[in-house]
């Protein structure tokens, strides 16, 4: 399958391979790292799952990076396609307005009190329209209600899904916000794998 990844990086458009690769609904984790025969249902009822554990339309959660393709497509040379190992972690991409404003005004709200971890970080991520949620600040009290909701998700996800890997939440502003995110690294990928032949 990888094979056939890099020959349509070389063959077709950005937005072709984005929609193709991360859009669709086999996920590699769920048909080759978990040997589910039914692997599209369980994506949906996955899906389904989260929705109703974090307030989110089911249409706007999607698994994307080495969990969904089984390799790594982030264009660092020490990353570019590493295989989806043990300690992989697996990224979910959660499409909500009202979370990222939320998150985005907590942030706003924990600057004006002082020194933010990561501040750069954030800022680039906010100016890209997603925000990382991985270690949400307890001085918050929209961070400390979100863990709240997602960390018994992550143990239930553990339970019921059989999902052993870290997650991590990126929520975006946009499904627009996805694609130009995930554009911008496949453009970087191409550069660089066109440097590499």
Known sequence: ????????????????????????????????????????????????????????????????????????????????????????????????????????????????KGYIHGYNNITSNIFRRFVMLKQPDHRSDFFRSWNGKVEPCKKDLQTVFSMSHDINYRIYESWEAVESYHCNGIDKLKSQFEELM
Not at 6 to 29: N, S
Not at 37 to 63: G, M
Not at 77 to 99: G, H, T
Request: hydrophobic share 40%; charged share 25%.
């Open 1 to 112: 399958m990888m094979e056939k990844f890099k020959a349509h990086l070389k063959q077709k458009e950005t937005k072709w391979i984005y929609r193709k690769y991360l859009l669709g609904h086999d996920v590699w984790y769920f048909r080759e790292y978990l040997n589910i025969p039914s692997h599209a249902n369980v994506y949906d009822d996955l899906k389904i799952f989260i929705s109703e554990k974090l307030d989110v339309h089911t249409n706007n959660i999607a698994i994307v990076g080495s969990a969904k393709l089984g390799y790594s497509i982030t264009p660092l040379k020490e990353k570019l396609f590493q295989p989806f190992s043990e300690n992989s972690d697996i990224d979910i991409a959660i499409v909500s307005p009202e979370i990222f404003r939320q998150s985005w005004s907590a942030f706003l709200e924990l600057s004006r």
